[in-house]
């Protein structure tokens, strides 16, 4: 099993890396991505992703430091993914629910990375909240040439069924075992299990038990 989505980058992990391995690996999950949201975080990525065999890297900027994305972050982010064992590029996206940064610099940011990461050949993980409509027509834009992950789902059937048709996949995590968790059982039935791909978010939305 592979956990296609954490941020064993954080700073909670900084101190016992080697034994949330261990459990981890104890537990079944033979590999994870390691996904990064700023330039520290990607960095961190890809230096954690060639120390540890099991690991890879994703690298991105999240929407919620979107705002003074410049040519200069695309420039240092392409060359980033270029680096062995990255995967993806990500976690990009759009983010409505707290607007943290200007709606423009997200779509800015959103539509730059996932510019070139279509012309590296890398698939993306895209972040959305309270945004699908936006995301699903600018990924819209690239149909056929874009892949990757709708990271934690949580939008609506209809909405399942764009990023499906997109060719796109469903990233499903502890969301899934929450008492309300929305249409999310409706979306994982539709995509059936050849669609989805399991995330922890680690170190955040642990499973209810």
Same mark, same amino acid.
């Given at each position: ?120 050949? *890398? @698939? ?10 936006? =995301? #699903?027509? !600018?990924? %819209?834009? &690239? ?40 249409? *999310? @059982? ?10 989805? =791909? #399991?995330? !922890?978010? %680690?170190? &955040? ?5």
């Amino acid at each position: 099993m592979i956990d296609t989505h954490c941020h064993l980058n954080h700073d909670r992990f900084e101190a016992d890396l080697e034994a949330t391995l261990e459990r981890s690996h104890r537990s079944g999950v033979v590999g994870h991505i390691v996904v990064g949201f700023d330039r520290p975080s990607s960095a961190d990525a890809v230096r954690l992703a060639v120390q540890y065999s099991n690991l890879w890297a994703a690298v991105g900027i999240h929407p919620h430091d979107a705002t003074g994305y410049s040519a200069a972050d695309t420039g240092w982010l392409r060359d980033l993914a270029q680096a062995a064992r990255v995967v993806a590029i990500g976690e990009i996206g759009l983010d409505y629910h707290r607007d943290y940064s200007p709606r423009v610099a997200q779509r800015d940011a959103f539509a730059a990375q996932l510019a070139f990461a279509v012309d590296l050949g *890398l @698939p993306v993980v895209i972040h959305c909240r309270n945004a699908y409509d936006d =995301v #699903l027509d !600018t990924l %819209a834009a &690239y149909r056929g040439a874009v892949r990757g992950v709708m990271h934690c789902w949580s939008g609506t059937v209809e909405d399942a069924e764009r990023a499906l048709d997109l060719g796109l996949m469903l990233g499903i995590g502890g969301v899934l075992t929450f008492v309300n968790p929305g249409s *999310l @059982p409706d979306s994982v039935r539709i995509a059936g299990l050849d669609r989805i =791909v #399991l995330e !922890t978010d %680690a170190p &955040y939305l642990a499973p209810t038990p």
